[in-house]
């Protein structure tokens, strides 16, 4: 592909200082990101996946510096974004846009459509106000909804197109880069699949980089160009989606790809899964060595003290596991 | 033979219609549903948000809401009838015969009552147990949905414990009383994907031990694939295709159940980057379209089906696959 690298991500660490005990009185840390290091390239659609509590939003909320990073960089046009703050920020944020799950809690109840997507062109001063209808009827068109919806409240949408709306105000500032956490989630499944359609449409029509959070697998495999799968804040594996999808190394991929059902009774009656035991552990104290071993099928003696290399096992394909890296 | 075949419904619901009172009057929400399930049987009510199928399910044990009403409709379990009930049968019946497990265990559990006490309380009002017999049984009951360390478990707080395990102990309270029909409305839908696939075979298990008929209430045609032996598919408050579940995702027939299955994506299927999707929305309930709720989003919609309501009908010789579609019937008989 030779694509350019959009972002570079290097160790990214994020943690949480949280108070436990009914009166706070234990401090402890929460390791929601360790050591996460990848470059998102230029018009890419980069998914990360895997279960809740795993780092997911959160590496998608320290990109954008609204956690701020505990350690490790951010590199967008030569900045660290990490070391900026929320003023120096701001025309950064233009480029670096965000769609949330819930569409419910994402539009202000008291601002019509029009308003909500007008909103960011009026911050970033990208139109004058005699443009600005304009601007929000290409907008709303852009997202297959008639211009008319502009003086709608959120309350008369549904969920799929309050979630078209909040697409549309993402879109406002003629952004490079989109993180969609778990944007689709919340909708049902007809209606995934439009705003699927409608995100793949934008993508090439104004070169748009995506980075996925998403947990279900099946939507992953179909849309991805490369795929990240994370584990209580660490990164496991990463490549490209056909490599991640039909030679996966890691256990813990093969375990998440051998839960998902299929809508084939006879094989899925039929079939063996590979069920993890037991829950993720607490992101409070995280196993040492690989934070896997204690789920992990083929955990070895090696895997319960070292903390496995994030190696390159085959071109692309990188993976963090002691028993496919042969250390 | 007649009789025979009664005796294997063990539900079996006739033309239930549900309303929601509004400022403009009263809303259908569920439309002249039918549907049986019968004993030993494992049935897959799939649906979108608003269809009306857990209104239907909280409707048989009178548990609606207020301003939410039965307005027509006959409900039997095992030769009862549900709406003529007294409210002290009723309660019997209440986790006891007819089992719950809900969406939301958070919301679901009592945050301020050990999940032992939870488990408990209807063995020893429903089982006239002692509370002896009840703890020793909860202890049992925990180890049954694979909690490990159950002795002590049963001393902990719903926050105490994680999501997949809070899940667990709402089937154990489901399953306490041993009911004949345990009612699972998306007991999984919460849950990753490890774990949804743990309670999944949880359930299959137990099922099997037990010899209960289950009803599992989803939107996930792909979770119940292997789990279910008939599907039944709502849309805006109507049965659009009954069938047994092969017969279901071999050969759909109603147009909104083909649309459904062709939107998920496979994990198996070569990936292509667009998805097949349903344009439109499900119609809000109070202002359901004339004619067949799906005209509106259908590709196959004729004139008749904006005007007429088509009825379930059987479309295979053995009758056990049925759809409400006027374009299957018109595609039949030209046949």
Redesign the interface.
Known sequence: MGAQPLLKIENLVKHFHVRLGAFGERAATVHALDDVSLDILEGETLSLVG??GCGKSTTGFTILNLHRATSGKVVYKGQDLTALDEKRMRPFRRDLQIVFQDPYSTLNPRMTVGEAIGEPIFFHKLATKAELEKKVTALLTDVGLPPRFASRYPHEL????RQRVVIARALACQPKFIVCDEAISAL???????I??LL?DLQEKYGLTYLFIA?D???V???STRVGVMYLGRLAELAS??AL?ETPLHPYTK???????????????S?K?Q??EG??PSPLAPPAGCRFHTRCPIAMEVCRRVVPKWKEARPGHLVACHAVNGE | MMSAKTEKRLLDVKGLTVEIETRRGPAVVVDGIDLHVDKGETLGVVG??GCGKSLTMLSLMRLLPNKIRVAKGKARFDGRDLQTMSNRELRKVRGGDIGFVFQDPMTSLNPVMRIGDQLAEPLIYLRGMSRKQARARAVELLRLVGIPGSEERIQAYPHEL????RQRVMIAIGLACEPKLLIADEPTTAL???????I??LVKGLREKLGMSVVWIT?????I???VDRVVVLYAGTVVEDAP??EL?ANPQHPYTR???A??????DA?????????G??P?PGRRPEGCPFAPRCPLAMDICRTHVPKLEPISAAGSHRAACFAVEKAREAA
């Open positions: 279960e809740s549904s969920g799929g197109q049902d499944v007809s209606i995934q699949a439009q699927i359609n793949l947990h697998l099946a939507v495999r179909h849309i989606r056909d999808f375990a998440l790809l051998s839960a998902v059902p299929e809508t084939d009774p006879a094989h899925e009656r079939r899964r069920i993890l829950d993720v | 979108e948000s994680s999501g997949g395990m990753d994907v490890t774990i949804q696939a743990q999944v075979d939107h996930d045609l792909a979770l694939a292997g789990l579940v092969d995702y649309g459904l299955l939107s998920i994506p496979k994990l198996s990936p292509a980057s667009r998805l097949n999707s349903i344009g929305t499900p809000e």
